[in-house]
């Protein structure tokens, strides 16, 4: 059965620096998400994606996240400097098609800042 | 906020017994999913109901909406151990397909 793969698994990294989580989604879904998870909290929306851009971002997304999809089958994450309270779960999903269609999680990188 | 909030917080039973988790949300809705994830690992899809949609089944797992109460619960019938894990309800509105995920109920199944 298709599924949504993520990696690296585990990411350790220093305050200040650049991660890029990547992605790649199930191969003919067209929609693409990112959320997070903080240890022993809520699952939460950072940003949709589709056709190429993005279509709503929460809060959390600010101007030290971007979102790219570099080619035709990965989707990726860019923490441009690293916070400590960045430190979370983050999961990758995709849907063949938006409005509330299921949306599949890929089973997430964890990420540690120190 | 659309938050959705699970009840129990946690629940323990025995292998065989079922297992009822409530999911409560506060605005309209699209859909509702639950998903299950086990300790540190990813989410696992288990089922989606619609807003016009009362009750649904899929093997051992029945999920009821009731959109006059803003409810939804989940049922696990004749539990086994491997059913150890979190659960966890997802709703989207109108108009935006972001899920907005609730508190999440811990499962303990004892064998």
């Known amino acids: 059965e298709p599924e949504v793969t993520q990696t690296p698994s585990h990411q350790v990294t220093q305050m200040g620096q650049e991660v890029i989580l990547r992605c790649v989604p199930i191969?003919?879904?067209?929609?693409f998400y990112w959320y997070r998870q903080i240890l022993g909290q809520k699952v939460e929306f950072l940003v949709s994606?589709?056709?190429?851009?993005?279509?709503?971002k929460s809060e959390i997304f600010d101007d030290q996240f971007s979102v790219e999809r570099p080619d035709g089958s990965n989707f990726t994450l860019k923490i441009r400097s690293t916070k400590l309270e960045d430190s979370a779960m983050y999961f990758c999903?995709?849907?063949?098609?938006?409005?509330?269609?299921?949306?599949?999680f890929g089973p997430g990188t964890r990420l540690l800042v120190l | 906020s659309q938050q959705g909030e699970e009840d129990p917080q946690a629940l323990s039973i025995q292998e065989g017994e079922n297992a009822t988790m409530n999911c409560s949300y506060k605005?309209?809705?699209?859909?509702l999913q639950w998903y299950r994830q086990n300790s540190g690992r990813g989410l696992v899809h288990l089922i989606l109901?619609?807003?016009?949609?009362r009750e649904k089944h899929s093997g051992r797992l029945r999920v009821t909406l009731d959109t006059s109460k803003k409810s939804s619960s989940l049922l696990i019938t004749a539990s086994r151990a491997a059913d150890t894990a979190s659960y966890f309800c997802?709703?989207?509105?109108?108009?935006?397909?972001?899920?907005?995920f609730g508190t999440g109920t811990r499962l303990q199944v004892f064998p």
């Open positions: 999903a995709s849907t063949l098609a938006g409005g509330g269609e299921t949306q599949y």
């Open positions: 191969s003919n879904h067209l929609y």
């Open positions: 994606f589709y056709n190429n851009e993005i279509s709503e």
């Open positions: 605005t309209s809705i699209n859909n």
């Open positions: 109901i619609r807003s016009n949609e």
């Open positions: 997802a709703t989207d509105a109108k108009n935006t397909d972001k899920l907005i």
